[in-house]
């Protein structure tokens, strides 16, 4: 049997094409952008045939949301200092640098885009996301309450939604950079606020 160089090697199956195709997904994402995304280019740049992805998503925004929704988990790392102003600013930091990278706007500009209002999917992949970034901080703020650094009843949720509201306001509403002193003045501002409430 001949090899043929033009044929693409094969991925596997299961979890190693999920995860190429998820792969694949997000690369294009950042090299194209929603507007012009298909299946047929994601299958090819994941090698494999695009029945295979339809398979397991059954279009392209539930593929889409997929993909956005488990490329940012592991993406913002959640400290545990002991310190909770240290954790807040690390907190803070570490969304600049998300929002700062390839990545990072990618899955901004998808799920803010026009199409994040009119796919009711990419709308509930977005609340989602946004959903699993405050859980997964929620331990931030639950420790620093347990260690006496925060009141008692601090609303978790809200403390995050604090912290994160001025990066976000400068990227989405000014259009401002940010950067890691934005991040400090996020945090610094966030802790006060849980503080004086």
Do not use: C
Not at 15 to 36: F, I, M, P, Q
Not at 58 to 64: A, E, H, K, Y
Not at 98 to 103: E, H, K, L, Y
Not at 122 to 144: C, S, Y
């Amino acid at each position: 049997m001949q090899h043929d160089p033009t044929r693409r090697p094969t991925i596997g199956r299961g979890a190693k094409v999920r995860a190429a195709v998820l792969a694949a997904t997000v690369d294009e994402l950042l090299e194209r952008g929603y507007a012009t995304l298909t299946i047929d280019q994601i299958a090819q740049r994941a090698g494999v045939h695009k029945t295979t992805v339809y398979r397991r998503w059954s279009d392209l925004d539930t593929l889409v949301v997929d993909a956005l929704t488990g490329h940012i988990a592991p993406d913002i790392p959640i400290p545990d200092t002991g310190d909770i102003a240290e954790d807040l600013r690390l907190l803070a930091r570490g969304l600049v640098a998300w929002i700062n990278s390839p990545s990072g706007r990618a899955v901004l500009a998808v799920m803010l885009s026009d199409a994040g209002g009119r796919i009711p999917e990419l709308a509930e992949g977005r609340r989602r996301i946004f959903h699993d970034r405050i859980e997964r901080a929620r331990p931030v703020v639950t420790r620093a309450v347990e260690r006496g650094e925060l009141p008692p009843g601090t609303d978790a949720a809200e403390l995050i939604k604090d912290l994160a509201a001025p990066v976000y306001f400068r990227v989405l509403i000014t259009g401002e950079p940010v950067d890691e002193r934005t991040a400090d003045r996020a945090a610094a501002m966030a802790l006060v606020a849980a503080r004086s409430a």
